[in-house]
């Protein structure tokens, strides 16, 4: 009789500590992963577009090893999907984006559960609309990474384009 409280114990713990923005992790790698952004943005870091015009811009992210975010489209409500916005006031504007189609993956500890997630490298293509002139252009990527063990809490990080619009 003892087990199933202190799993369920266990269980809540967990969840409480998932639902402050805490991750559990298993070992001194896994740590190190959370000190440091799971995403990079590639590039580009300059596009040319014409004024007023909806241009097409591709941008190229990679994750992590040993980690995946979940898709655009994440099977389940809970799950953070990825997202890229352009703040308003910034002289472009997304007009729309396109996301990869994410890939099938399940964790070893619940097999049942389908994810859609992204690993490796993965391309979002934009369609922006810039007003004329120079501008340093501070998109954002909204994620949330994980291992096969546990999810670090959600994360914003910069996407810094030049956009020159004649």
């Known amino acids: 009789m003892k087990k199933p409280i202190f799993a369920a114990g266990m269980v809540l ?7 402050q923005g805490q991750v559990v992790t298993s070992s001194a790698q896994n740590r190190s992963l959370i000190k440091t952004d799971a995403v990079t ?8 577009v014409a004024a007023g015009m909806p241009s097409p811009v591709a ?14 489209t994440p099977p389940l409500e809970e799950l953070i999907p990825t997202a890229f916005s352009i703040p308003d006031g910034m002289g472009v504007r997304l007009n729309a984006a396109t996301y990869p189609p994410g890939v099938a993956f399940t964790l070893p500890a619940d097999p049942k559960t389908k994810l859609s997630v992204y690993t490796g490298e993965f391309v979002i293509q ?4 810039a007003q004329a002139g120079n501008r340093m252009v501070q998109a954002k990527l909204r994620y949330q990474a994980c291992d096969n063990n546990a999810c670090m809490p959600p ?8 956009v020159i619009a004649k």
């Open 126 to 129: 934009a369609r922006i609309t």
């Open 59 to 72: 941008l190229h992210f990679s994750i992590k090893q040993g980690l995946h975010i979940n898709s655009h």
């Open 41 to 48: 943005y590639l590039f580009p870091a300059q596009v040319s």
């Open 155 to 162: 994360r914003t990080i910069d996407v810094p384009v030049n």
């Open 13 to 19: 713990a967990f969840g409480t500590l998932a639902a």
